[in-house]
């Protein structure tokens, strides 16, 4: 007999059995393509949050009420103010107005007395200026400072971001990570001279460079640690017009790459010709922000700043 007509013998037509296997597959296939949807859609969305990251902040640098005082001096009196990413900002005012002492306190030289200050999202009021050098906000400062003894060169690498150092073991035995990262140290450290034009003088030790050269020198120290944002104090004092130029033209420069550069400078035809925006701050607190045409037409700047209105 057939075995087919045995089937049928016993209820089990080959109709019915053709219908039964692929509903039994069509049973496992949904299964299977249902649990492979959803596998897709959770991996499609973990992947979709991780390329996203957390969400910016709206400015990289914000200050919030933040107060300093010396004893009986207020040297700051609830200062607040944003930085805009991306550009050159000013920092204006009178002597004696808490600029200075403002960049000691975002860069973690002094600690407010109250306040917050945070650079990308990140609360940094606390913490200290080495931790706050390694989440990208640098500084530099009024008066050059260098090591005597170093070379240009020298003085390049040691403020070189993630910078191996001397160490026994490594002296001993060798580390071809840090053979490697003092190679990539040292190719930076001759782009950024030639960058500002210090490569002719890359052997000299840093007491025989003039005025301007240790300002070039202090932004190069900047640069070589990998700075999301740059504090400037003052980069263009007591150097020639031509020099000053150049400093400004290196600032706009770092701010078309993606940097953001806050600026104190006293000379407003810099400040007029390389700054977006402008804030001022006088006897501790923050006076005006704006445009450098806002900020000269008010009338609070013009009598604190400016000495009266014009």
């Known amino acids: 007999m057939p075995l087919w007509r045995r089937r049928r013998q016993y209820g089990e037509p080959p109709e019915t059995r053709s ?6 597959r069509t049973s496992r296939v949904s299964e299977s393509q249902r649990v492979l949807r959803a596998v897709r859609t959770r991996w499609g969305t973990m992947q979709t949050q991780e390329l996203r990251g957390p969400r910016a902040p709206a400015y990289p640098l914000l200050v919030e009420n933040v107060r300093l005082s010396f004893g009986g001096l207020k040297a700051l009196d609830g200062a607040s103010f944003h930085v805009t990413p991306g550009i050159v900002t000013g920092l204006i005012g009178p002597n004696g107005a808490g600029k200075t002492t403002m960049f000691n306190v975002i860069s973690g030289l002094y600690r407010a007395d109250t306040g ?4 990308m999202g990140q609360a940094i009021e606390t913490m200290s200026p080495h931790k706050i050098s390694r989440l ?9 400072r260098g090591f005597p003894k170093l070379t240009v060169f020298e003085h390049l690498m040691v403020y070189g971001a993630r910078q191996p150092g001397e160490r026994l073991l490594t002296a001993v035995f060798g580390s071809a990570e840090a ?4 190679a990539e140290l040292s190719e930076k450290a001759l782009t950024i001279a030639a960058r500002l034009r210090l490569s002719h003088v890359i052997d000299n030790k840093v007491t025989d460079l003039s005025g301007g050269q240790k300002k070039l020198l202090e932004i190069g120290r900047a640069l070589m640690a990998d700075p999301r944002m740059i504090l400037f104090d003052e980069p ?5 017009p031509t020099l000053a130029e150049e400093i400004g033209d ?3 420069l770092l701010a078309e790459e993606g940097l953001t550069v806050l600026l104190i400078e006293h000379d407003m035809a810099l400040i007029e010709r390389i700054c977006r925006r402008v804030i001022v701050m006088a006897q501790g607190r923050t006076l005006a922000e704006g445009s450098f045409e806002d ?10 700043y400016l000495g009266g209105r014009r």
């Not at 917050?116 to 650079?119: D, G, K, Q, T, Y």
């Not at 900020?295 to 009598?303: K, L, P, T, Y």
Request: charged share 20%.
């Open 250 to 252: 290196q600032l706009l």
């Open 116 to 119: 917050s200050i945070s650079f």
């Open 236 to 240: 263009a004092a007591g150097v020639n």
């Open 295 to 304: 900020v000269r037409n008010n009338a609070e700047v013009q009598d604190a």
């Open 136 to 144: 990208g906000l640098v500084r530099t400062f009024q008066i050059a």
């Open 19 to 24: 219908l039964r296997i692929p509903k039994l």
């Open 179 to 182: 053979r490697q990262r003092e």
